[in-house]
Every structure is written in C-alpha cells, then in structure tokens.
C-alpha cells in the first residue's frame, strides 16, 4: 500500500510552523518537540493531566490523541472504507492528514476517505474570529442584529468551500436581497389574488409573456447547472435574483401596456422561487407562496385569514386621508402615507398600491 505522509497538505511535511498552527493550543512546547524521535510524529497516546479522564494502558494511565480520537469514532461507526468527510479547511493538516495516516496503517490499504470536503473559514471582518483580539461573535449575539433568515442568505451567498466574511457588507448584501425577494412575493401574491382564478385559464400568450417564459426557462437550467458544479449555492442565488428582476420588468411593462400580467406565468416562477429556497432551508416546507408571516407557528394562510379585515380597514383609512391630504393640498400627509405604504407595511408582509384614485391592498404571506 501507498502510506506516504500528508496526502492532503504534501508540502506541509516539515514545516513545523504549519504542524503548530494546526495543533493550536493542542501541540507542545519547543522543549517537548526535542523529546520527540522525530519531530513530525503525533502522539497515539497521551499521559492525562490532572482532572483530565484516564484508562489503563501498556503505557500508563492516559488518554487517546486528539488524532486518534476521531479515526476510531469515524472507522467503529463506518468500517475501513469512507466516501465522503468533512470538515474545516484549518483541519486538512495536521489532523485529517494524521487520520489518514492511523486509519489506512491500521487497515493495510492505501485509500481510507474517497472525497474530502473542507468548508472554508469563517472570518470577522477581514479578520479570523479571536478571543485575544476581541472579535468572536457568537450565533446568539448574531441574531440579536439580523434575522436567521438573513443569516442564511449571507451563507448561501457564498461558496461553501471558500472563506465567508461576516461583516456590514455580507450583511447588506444579505438584506438586499431578502428585500428583493419579499417584493417579488408581495407582488406576486397581489396579482394572483387580484386578477382571480377566471384569468388563470385559456390566456392568449402575448410577445412579453413568451419573452419572460424563454427567460424563466433559461434560468432553471442556469441554477441546476449551478447546483450540480459543487452545490454553488451564490451562483444559484444570482440567476434567481435575475430572475426576480426580469420577472419585475415584466409586471412594469404590462402596466404600461394596460394589460394584466400572465397569472399562471408569474404563479410558476413565484412557486419555483419559493420551492428552491424551501431546498435552501430559508423558508419553512408549510409555507405556499414566499416568506411566512410569522415564524410563530401559525401557518401562512391563518395569519391572513386574521389579518384580512384589519388590512382592509387600514387600506380604506389611509384611502380616505389621502384624498382629503390631496384635496386639501397637505404633501406632508401625502409623505406619511407613502412612508406606510413602502417601509412600515412591507415589513409587516403587507403592501399597498395606488391606482389612479382608489387604493389597492396587497398582502403577503408565506
């Protein structure tokens, strides 16, 4: 069998400031590395400090290797062969080239792991995540600023395997393009309940219709391709808010033309976005079209179903103040209104829209 050293990380062999740097707190002292026969070698077996657990051994009392540790839990579980193994990229040397090098003497063959897969490393700022440098977040704390579903976008946004930043700038990426997609399904659910069931049926498809359905089309193919290359989520993500986009230009450009969109084209791209983020795990597997409107339990449909004539009461108010702010030539009113209508309401997973004199309700739920 091929047992050479280091499979993973070869030019790592020798360099006593990567063997360090990957044992972190785990690797000993220069004095203790003069004890050593050999300076690459990793203990199998180490002497328990106080406090530390212990069994009996040939050696002494002691304890298995941080190394060892984990090729015995992994090999008692799976045998002598593994497809796939995970990790950290900071763990391909020493420690996974180090289990490697246990399991595959142990087992007399030269191949223990077929695919390795090291997700890249999580970073503050620029800055790898520090205690002495006083810039760990912890996953709490991170909640405490953005929704987890934010937080998931900001993942997806990047490669799994390449180093992700957490700072302002992922963050706002992250929120821009949950606000994409929340308008998208504000104004996707407006229309198909707007327009009803009688215009989903036996609709002559017009040049904008067949324009945006070779586009739809196009994309799918785009995020399949992009989640069969190493399940390129950022890339996937990329098509779709294009996807979103071209979808928005659509819906203007029939406005313009007096006419409704395409029920049954905007219901298919809006399933399909929100079936692709139930894969992503950003929404929940009960909701129909888009973000839920409550991560409280209850299911979108119930919460809209209560809402509903709340919403309609709100819609006609502010209907009846604008006209009396527009007839009595009042542009702060007009101001506070617009304010409701694009920042407070949207947030609320509800939307309004005027239409030449009378208000129109739109309302989202998951």
């Known amino acids: 069998p091929n047992h050479s050293y280091a499979k993973l990380v070869p030019e790592a062999v020798g360099n006593l400031d990567a063997l360090v740097e990957g044992e972190g707190e785990l690797s000993v002292s220069n004095e203790r590395l003069k004890e050593k026969r050999n300076e690459k070698d990793f203990a199998l077996w180490k002497a328990s400090k106080p ?13 298995p290797g941080w190394h060892i540790e984990c090729s015995v ?36 063959h030269d191949q223990w792991v077929n695919y390795f897969l090291h997700s890249g490393h999580l970073t503050i700022e620029g800055c790898k995540m520090s205690k002495s440098l006083k810039n760990f977040i912890t996953i709490k704390e991170a909640l405490g600023r953005y929704t987890s579903r934010q937080l998931r976008f900001a993942f997806l946004l990047h490669a799994w395997n390449a180093t992700l930043d957490y700072g ?3 963050m706002q990426e992250a929120e821009q393009i949950e606000k994409l997609f929340n308008e998208f399904f504000l104004t996707a659910k407006n229309l198909l309940r707007y327009q009803g069931a009688e215009n989903e049926a036996f609709v002559k498809w017009g040049s904008l219709d067949k324009d945006l359905n070779a586009k ?31 979808t928005n230009i659509y819906i203007g450009s029939c406005r ?10 905007i219901k298919s791209i809006a399933n399909y976005a929100t079936n692709l983020l139930k894969i992503f795990g950003v929404i929940p597997d009960d909701s129909t079209i888009g973000f ?11 919460m809209e ?49 005027d239409i030449e004199g009378e208000g129109r309700r739109r309302k989202c739920g998951g």
């Open 51 to 63: 406090g530390e657990p212990e069994w009996d051994s040939p050696w002494g009392k002691g304890r």
């Open 73 to 108: 839990m992994s090999c008692d579980i799976l045998g002598s062969k593994i497809d796939v193994h995970t990790g950290g990229v900071d763990l391909k040397f020493p420690h996974h080239d180090n289990e490697i090098a246990q399991a595959e003497a142990h087992y007399k």
């Open 168 to 170: 302002t700038n992922t």
């Open 216 to 246: 739809f089309l196009s994309k799918k193919s785009l995020v399949h391709e992009a989640l069969c290359d190493s399940i390129d989520t950022a890339s996937a993500l990329n098509e779709m808010r294009d996807l979103v986009k071209e």
């Open 256 to 265: 313009q033309a007096s006419r409704d969109p395409n029920q049954s084209l």
């Open 292 to 302: 839920p409107l409550s991560a409280t339990g209850s299911t979108s449909a119930g």
């Open 305 to 353: 179903a209560v809402a509903e004539p709340f919403v309609t009461a709100l819609a006609r108010f502010r209907d009846d103040v604008r006209i009396v702010a527009r007839k009595e030539k009042v542009r702060d009113i007009l101001d506070v209104c617009d304010s409701l209508r694009d920042d407070v309401l949207p947030e609320l997973g509800v939307r309004l829209e």
